[in-house]
């Protein structure tokens, strides 16, 4: 069965400053899809990355990087230099082919950054 | 990624009666899933929209609760019926298999229909 933790429940910054939001996964496959969104306060989940089981490289994307280990099951998420319009929920998910894509998400975090 | 819409935005209905959901995507899509996220929930999958066959769904939902269509590969509904107020939610769609995007494996999300039942 597949598992998505995420144990920070809310955190809170203040601008400028960086936050990393940890999510560590449960699976048997060997093929699988790891995956962050943002819900902002409208409600919309907005895509922010995918990344496959074999692909172990770290990525970045303007302020936003991402960490995956798989020697720890983790696939950790930095904003840097956070700013007001950061302030989400953000999840973190699993799927895999052997289950028609179906995502399991994590329980979320939610980010406050004060001005 | 694909464009997805969803009607209606929001809602406010009475206990007992029913509200379709729809979802429109502007590419065909291979797979298409129904969601609910409860205040302060993370979400949770209701069904499979199938095209030209019956829903799959997950463990603690049934059909006659929450009957679902997908008449074809762009548009597809979802019904709550006899609602009480533990139905207050958002419902979200998703799509995976969009042409455009080249991402199978990667689902996109409608913008929600949050539900409040008196």
Known sequence: ?115 | SAVISQKPSRDICQRGTSLTIQCQVDSQVTMMFWYRQQPGQSLTLIATANQGSEATYESGFVIDKFPISRPNLTFSTLTVSNMSPEDSSIYLCSVAGAAKSGLADTQYFGPGTRLTVL
Do not use: H
């Open chain 1, 1 to 115: 069965a597949q598992k998505v933790t995420q144990a920070q429940t809310e955190i809170s910054v203040v601008e400028k400053e960086d936050v990393t939001l940890d999510c560590v996964y449960e699976t048997r496959d060997t093929t699988y899809y790891l995956f962050w969104y943002k819900q902002p306060p409208s409600g919309e989940l907005v895509f922010l990355i995918r990344r496959n089981s074999f692909d172990e490289q770290n990525e970045i994307s303007g302020r936003y990087s991402w960490n995956f280990q798989k020697s720890t099951s983790s696939f950790n998420f930095t904003i840097t230099a956070s700013q007001v319009v950061d302030s989400a929920v953000y999840f973190c998910a699993l799927s895999d082919p052997s289950n028609d894509y179906k995502l399991s998400f994590g329980a979320g975090t939610t980010v406050t950054v004060r001005a």
